[in-house]
C-alpha cells in the first residue's frame, strides 16, 4: 500500500489514505466537534491564522482546519486517484 499525499496549502500535506471527510466548518455541529476534538487535544490547526473553509475528519479522529476550500481538496483527491489509476 502506498502512501498517496494531499496538499492542504502552505506546505502542508495530509495521508489521502487517512481522509474520511472533508467538510465545510459553517454549521452548528462541526464547530461543535471542533471545540471537543481542541479539548482533547486532537485538532491540527493548518490555516497559517487565515480563515478556516474546510475541515478535513481523519480516521485517527484528528480534525485538521484547513484555509483551502472542500471543493478544492476533493479535486486534489480526485486528481490523484485518477493519476493512480493510469
Given amino acids: 500500500m502506498s502512501i498517496k499525499l494531499i ?33 482533547k487535544g486532537l485538532l491540527i490547526d493548518a490555516t497559517y491564522g487565515r480563515r478556516t473553509r474546510a475541515v478535513i475528519i481523519t480516521d485517527s479522529d484528528h480534525i485538521i482546519l484547513v484555509a483551502v476550500q472542500p471543493e478544492t481538496i476533493a479535486q486534489r483527491l480526485n486528481m490523484k486517484e485518477e493519476h493512480n489509476n493510469n
Fill in 7 to 39: 496538499n492542504i496549502g502552505f506546505g502542508n500535506v495530509v495521508s489521502a489514505n487517512r481522509i474520511i471527510a472533508v467538510i465545510s466548518p459553517e454549521s452548528a455541529p462541526i464547530k461543535r466537534l471542533i471545540q471537543e476534538s481542541r479539548d
